[in-house]
């Protein structure tokens, strides 16, 4: 085939040349670029896209996170540590029923007792006086002690 004429070769295409018939190494590598980057030139040109938005989310999610926070508290850390010191004292001459179900001890039947005794004989003294009370006896009264108070 060397020195032929290729235009009567069965193979010989317009977009591609009998590899006896290329000049030099430059057109060969340039026939190689155009037909892989044209075949895959698209598939590519996602990827790089593809590539740049994941990076640039990664470095804006990076920058985000060293930013100062923005969650305003509504106290300092020194108040809530105070709070979760002090032990739950409720005021039984005040306390509602709901509170009063949170002493020990006390359901919300017992709170009820406490009020009904409350406003038929007045604030109490001491805690002790919860004594008085339908359905609280001595053991209910240590139990009651530490959280309770006039």
Do not use: C, W
């Amino acid at each position: 085939m060397n020195g032929k004429d290729h235009r009567n070769d069965p193979f010989y295409t317009a977009t591609r040349r009998p590899p006896d018939v290329r000049r030099n190494a430059s057109e060969s590598t340039g026939f190689l670029r155009s037909a892989f980057f044209g075949k895959y030139g698209k598939h590519i040109a996602v990827s790089v896209a593809v590539v740049a938005v994941l990076a640039g989310g990664a470095l804006y999610s990076a920058r985000l996170s060293e930013s100062a926070p923005r969650v305003v508290y509504a106290f300092s850390l020194e108040e809530a540590e105070a709070e979760v010191e002090a032990p739950l004292v409720i005021d039984i001459n005040t306390a509602d029923a709901e509170k009063l179900d949170e002493l020990p001890q006390v359901g919300p039947a017992t709170a009820e007792e406490i009020i009904s005794f409350r406003r038929a004989n007045g604030d109490f003294d001491a805690v002790s006086d919860l004594e008085e009370v339908p359905g609280i006896g001595p053991s209910t009264i240590e139990q009651i002690k530490p959280f309770a108070t006039v």
